[in-house]
């Protein structure tokens, strides 16, 4: 299975976790109380989304690569 990107993310406004898949577009987010059911809930919305690009014979997306040398550079 590739490796995908999931970005959790503290919301004030919100008072809950915002959770970003970003390689599917601004439209893939889902949420949790908790940082352990955004993650969770994170999962399972990838794992939909997979599903629905591969049943719908779309091309899934590339997973973003974080390159370590640029990072601490």
């Known amino acids: 299975m590739k490796k995908y990107t999931i ?4 919301s004030e406004e919100e008072q809950k976790y915002i959770v970003s898949l970003p390689e599917f ?3 893939a987010h889902t949420h949790g109380d908790t940082y352990e ?3 969770k809930n ?3 919305v990838l794992e939909l989304l997979i599903e629905d690009y591969q ?4 091309e899934l997306p590339k997973p ?3 390159d370590h040398n640029l990072v601490y550079q």
């Open 55 to 58: 049943a719908n014979n779309k």
């Open 37 to 39: 059911d955004a993650l």
């Open 64 to 66: 973003l690569i974080l």
């Open 42 to 44: 994170a999962q399972e």
């Open 7 to 10: 970005i959790i993310q503290w």
């Open 25 to 27: 577009g601004p439209y």
